[in-house]
């Protein structure tokens, strides 16, 4: 028996999907203004009502904040962060650091028995370049759970990890490498 033959996305779908990918690429990062509509309708080669209604379904997933007068905004990468930032809106920074985090603990014990030797050169290295947010996500990274890292990534867009307020965020970063590293992986 034939299936039915699967039509194409029709052309506020292909908007839509064209819009996200910058999105969550990062050619158009959280917090940059993207182009206007008459230039995404040029860029686009598409009628201006088919780019505003993409424009809407993304902000209401979250991705973007029309504000009108001033331009369209990105706002998170992901429609869960989106959703989060949405929905923690009234939550206060210290809360959202105090989950992103827990998350961290959890994806150290994780990382500590599941890291490899790779992951330990990577964060042997962003240790030495005192990246201090790239050695978290690298950490997360290391736990090899993809719900925890992306996660973590969108809870992130949030509340970024604070390194620079520490006192010496470099002494934690190598207590935490050395727990890693002493922790035999299965």
Not at 36 to 42: A, K
Not at 43 to 69: C, K, P, S, W
Not at 139 to 163: R, W
Request: net charge positive; proline share 6%; hydrophobic share 45%.
């Amino acid at each position: 028996m034939l299936r039915p033959v699967p039509r194409p996305a029709g052309l506020f779908d292909q908007v839509v999907a064209r819009l996200r990918q910058q999105i969550t690429s990062g050619t158009w990062p959280v917090g940059s203004r993207i182009p206007t509509e008459p230039e995404l309708v040029r860029q686009l080669g598409v009628a201006r009502n088919t780019v505003r209604e993409a424009l809407r379904a993304l902000a209401h997933n979250g991705l973007l904040d029309i504000r009108h007068g001033s331009g369209t905004y990105v706002v998170a990468t992901s429609e869960l962060a989106g959703v989060m930032r949405r929905r923690f809106a009234a939550a206060g920074p210290g809360d959202t650091a105090d989950v992103r985090d827990a998350l961290e603990v959890a994806a150290a014990g994780l990382a500590a028995r599941r890291r490899t030797a790779e992951d330990l050169r990577e964060l042997d290295g962003l240790l030495e370049r005192g990246a201090g947010a790239a050695f978290h996500r690298a950490v997360v990274a290391a736990s090899h759970n993809e719900v925890l890292i992306t996660l973590y990534a969108d809870l992130t867009q949030l509340a970024p990890p604070c390194c620079a307020s520490q006192p010496d965020p470099r002494g934690d970063h190598v207590r935490l490498l050395s727990a890693i590293r002493a922790s035999a992986p299965r």
